[in-house]
DNA sequence: CTGTTAGCGCTTTCAC
DNA sequence: GTGAAAGCGCTAACAG
């Protein structure tokens, strides 16, 4: 089987169109440009009907390449496989789509050496935006960039000194909204269990929020438990040092609860609890950020602050939408609230039946 | 703030670089192009230096609207949500990654007016190949597209009257390893729980799989249920009416089981039985295709078949690259083999006990 | 070994 | 209203 290839002879081109339909090309790219009103009737109606017999279909890359005007759109993942990256990336997707653009992914699986390559591949391909979403460990090439070449917008992390759009959850509200459910739950030691802190402004928000609601309550103790979930056993043995450390302070009083910080960290959190053979809500309280598939199915059910990731994906693509048709407004920060979703691991007094799934 | 268009002003051109280093823009191309031994010591040396004091980056644009190379592999995912998808697309993109590709990825929502769009915007940018996994059921403009405009590799499914290679799971092989599992343990009557079959081959040749295993088995009885999963309390209903049925037939001796025909419908089935308060193996033997993250946590584990994802993905783009560089064999499938995860869901006999997790 | 020249398919002045 | 001509940034003959 031999391809013509998509560039060459295969292609009908704007000159073909021009030259079947008896007009310039000049005419059939108005006609493409939606200049309508430049077009009599009668050439408007030629070019037409020559376009769908040819299938003529325009090239985006010569488009492009003369003005600028890609409609292309790249996106930056830090972990394809983390499930918050890609229920984003589906509302992303969506919003391109109906804009007419395009996107084009990379993966940088938390490589700062494929990030700064793909952020390569995406300039070199002319991307008109770029949504953002990795660690940002070394942010100099990626603020280079977004100064000079094209607007950027980032998702759920800020990045110090730079002053794009960003688009995520209310960090803080949620986190609050999670807490003081716990303690309304009457949990009294409460860890929120997340990935390292430093430098992730999402996580650091969630323990602002967290620490705030607790110290509204000089009777509850809340602490924050970094965990490497990349390394086996780890999570597990943090627990079980926060479990014996706050049994120790508090004896069979401590009503002991875990808030975890993402989704990734609830999985582990949950084959963590397994392995100790810890079930919630008897022996553990638990709610975590980040609702799931398997939410509802693990033990009574997992409670949950689900993330509107859809919207957030959509609006990043309308706010990156919106700077590259020039708007130069300062600096701005969309932060769309979360859900709480209660089931049985977070109410210990009703759970113990069963399951209960609201 | 204010962008200077990626393309335009901002950008170093090659013309620069040529004038920069005082020599032609031959040179510098035949650099980029690696023929480096066409080149003096001297030049080589004056290229590469004047390129990094620039912070040159040839556009990828210009260099695929001349020679038709424009390094860019599309994608079209049937639904973004389905994990399947996403392991997939992971391989995916890190061989693209390897290989100096770049992927451009489409979502159609199980929609094939989203489709046939998706499909001319990929063509629009002369993708050099496309990896494709859509349900197809109006494949005309694909077949069309691929005889004349590049090269396509099918993922997972076959679409009938076209030669695509097809690079996806040995699903007969899988389907017979797993029922004869199920077999093994002392069920007598299995159901492969299915979307509809209907020109998805991928399901069909899991049936026929399934149907082969218990064919050598006369004291066995096993039967396909179809279910819609977007269609709330079907699943439940259908799982109900197979239970009753082969009670109906067999009594108590009949020892049930579930052969879930993927992912998505193991998470329906989990949630089915769940509402159902039937547990796992106690009430009922549930084995799934597809390995998910929460595969461990239901119950006593749930065992299954896991699919080679990442290497489907990854195959599936080295096999587009060799069509790409003008490979001309016939068709070819590549069929990946399935491996079995036993957890305490299809071993009725030491499961009792609970948290067996080899 | 190196440079000159002519496009790739499209948009965009600038005339008519 | 319409079209001719000049590029966008790059590659690929073709000469020297």
């Known amino acids: 089987m031999q391809y013509?290839?998509?560039?060459?002879?295969g292609r009908v081109t704007i000159a073909q169109v021009a030259r079947e339909a008896g007009v310039s090309k000049t005419s059939i790219s108005r006609y493409l440009g939606g200049e309508?009103?430049?077009l009599s009737e009668h050439l408007r109606e030629r070019i037409r009907s020559t376009i769908a017999r040819l299938g003529y279909q325009p090239s985006q890359m010569a488009r492009g390449l003369k003005g600028g005007r890609t409609r292309l759109i790249g996106m930056l993942v830090a972990d394809i496989l983390n499930p918050y990256s890609v229920a984003v990336l589906h509302g992303a997707e969506a919003a391109c789509q109906e804009h007419g653009y395009t996107l084009m992914l990379c993966n940088t699986g938390n490589d700062e050496k494929r990030e700064k390559q793909s952020l390569a591949a995406l300039h070199s391909y002319s991307v008109e935006g770029l949504l953002f979403n990795t660690q940002g460990r070394n942010v100099a090439p990626l603020k280079e960039l977004g100064r000079t070449a094209f607007p950027v917008v980032l998702l759920d992390r800020r990045i110090e000194g730079c002053d794009f759009d960003l688009v995520g959850l209310d960090n803080v509200r949620a986190a609050r909204m999670a807490t003081e459910h716990l303690l309304a739950s009457?949990?009294?030691?409460?860890?929120?269990?997340?990935?390292?802190?430093?430098?992730?402004?999402?996580?650091?928000?969630?323990?602002?929020?967290?620490?705030?609601a607790i110290s509204g309550r000089p009777d509850a103790h809340g602490e924050t438990v970094e965990v490497h979930i990349d390394q086996p056993g780890h999570v597990a043995a943090m627990?079980?040092?926060?479990?014996?450390?706050?049994?120790?302070?508090?004896?069979?009083?401590?009503?002991l609860a875990i808030l975890a910080g993402n989704g990734m960290v609830s999985l582990q959190i949950a084959l963590a609890l397994r392995s100790m053979k810890l079930r919630?809500?008897?022996?553990?309280?638990l709610l975590c950020f980040d609702e799931l598939s398997w939410s509802p199915l693990v033990g009574s059910g997992i409670s949950t602050i689900e993330q509107p990731t859809y919207e957030i994906g959509f609006s990043a693509i309308e706010r990156l939408l919106a700077r590259i048709h020039g708007e130069s407004a300062p600096r701005r920060e969309i932060l769309l609230d979360g859900r709480?979703?209660?089931r049985g691991s977070s109410q210990p007094a009703q759970a113990s039946a069963g399951s209960k799934d609201p």
């Open 239 to 255: 627990l079980q040092d926060f479990f014996k450390r706050r049994r120790g302070q508090r004896g069979d009083a401590a009503k």
């Open 36 to 38: 309508l009103d430049a």
């Open 186 to 212: 009457g949990y009294t030691d409460i860890g929120l269990v997340v990935q390292p802190l430093h430098g992730v402004s999402s996580r650091q928000g969630r323990q602002a929020g967290f620490l705030e």
């Open 280 to 285: 919630f809500p008897e022996d553990i309280g």
């Open 340 to 342: 709480l979703i209660q």
């Open 4 to 9: 013509t290839r998509s560039v060459g002879a």
